[in-house]
């Protein structure tokens, strides 16, 4: 029984990977590294949240790359949004996979 809800625990992640779409990806990465500043529940927050849609529309004005950017190489603004979310262990391509997976899901075009 041990065995079997270990082997499921094991193969679950896998079978995710396996199917996973760059979304899916980008869901991984946010929720592991950026959630905590990005989708706190709270109305008000320094970072911009998932759920404001105006927001990311606003920023997405400067161009989707000038936000891959600023997310990889942090951003100093009136608040501070640190290099990579503050894990240095993501690469690029997770980091925009983690910005396209906000944008899509705040509806921002
Ligand atoms: C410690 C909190 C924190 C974490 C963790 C964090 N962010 Fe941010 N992020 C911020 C803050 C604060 C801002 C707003 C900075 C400003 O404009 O003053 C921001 C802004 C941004 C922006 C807008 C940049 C722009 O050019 O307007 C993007 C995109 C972004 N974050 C992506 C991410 C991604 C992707 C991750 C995870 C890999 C992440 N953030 C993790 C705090 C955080």
Redesign the pocket.
């Known amino acids: 029984m041990v065995r079997t809800l270990l082997l499921l625990a094991l193969a679950a992640p896998l079978a995710a990977a396996a199917q996973s779409s760059k979304l899916a990806l980008?869901e991984t990465?946010?929720n592991s590294?950026?959630?905590?500043?990005?989708d706190t529940g709270k109305t008000d927050?320094?970072?911009?949240q998932l759920s404001h849609r105006e927001d990311?529309q606003t920023?997405l004005k400067?161009g989707r790359d000038?936000?891959?950017?600023?997310?990889i190489d942090g951003?100093?603004?009136?608040?501070?949004?640190?290099a990579?979310?503050?894990?240095p262990r993501?690469s690029d391509d997770?980091?925009?996979t983690?910005?396209d997976?906000?944008?899509e899901r705040a509806g921002a075009r």
């Open positions: 980008g990465v946010f590294t950026c959630k905590s500043c990005h927050n320094d970072a911009p990311w920023r400067s000038a936000l891959y950017r600023n997310s951003l100093k603004g009136y608040f501070e949004m640190p990579r979310g503050g894990n993501l997770e980091v925009k983690a910005v997976y906000i944008l």
